[in-house]
Nanobody, 120 residues
Framework: QVQLAESGGGLVQPGGSLRLACAAS????????MHWYRQGPGKQRELVAA???????NYADSVKGRFTIARDNAKNTVSLQMNSLKPEDTASYYC??????????????WGQGTQVTVSS
């Protein structure tokens, strides 16, 4: 069982920055990939950024060059540094993990989400 808890959301003006953090507990954090998703008002949930257990990253085109995902395996945390924020980045942001336990068993875990509002 894994618990994910996001923090760091809030209200920021366009062009500003925020740093989200996700703390994981309950399993071997370094052994699985981590993701950030978001869901804006009236929109489907979308993948924002991902980082593999080996540290490789990928990003949605809409956030490339502005957002940075990183992980700290010693602290069981994954972060999302968001710079040059735009109103269209307004969304609830969710931490997500898909863990492969072997023998065909995979489980999904979601955090409760943290709200990011970009507005003047």
């Amino acid at each position: 069982q894994v618990q994910l808890a996001e923090s760091g959301g809030g209200l920021v003006q366009p062009g500003g920055s925020l740093r989200l953090a996700c703390a994981a507990s309950g399993s071997t954090f370094s052994a699985y990939d981590m993701h950030w998703y978001r869901q804006g008002p009236g929109k489907q949930r979308e993948l924002v950024a991902a980082i593999t257990r080996g540290g490789s990253t990928n990003y949605a085109d809409s956030v490339k060059g502005r957002f940075t995902i990183a992980r700290d395996n010693a602290k069981n945390t994954v972060s999302l540094q968001m710079n040059s924020l735009k109103p269209e980045d307004t969304a609830s942001y969710y931490c997500y993990a898909l863990i492969d336990y072997g023998l065909g068993i995979k489980r999904e875990y979601w955090g409760q989400g943290t709200q990011v509002t970009v507005s003047s």
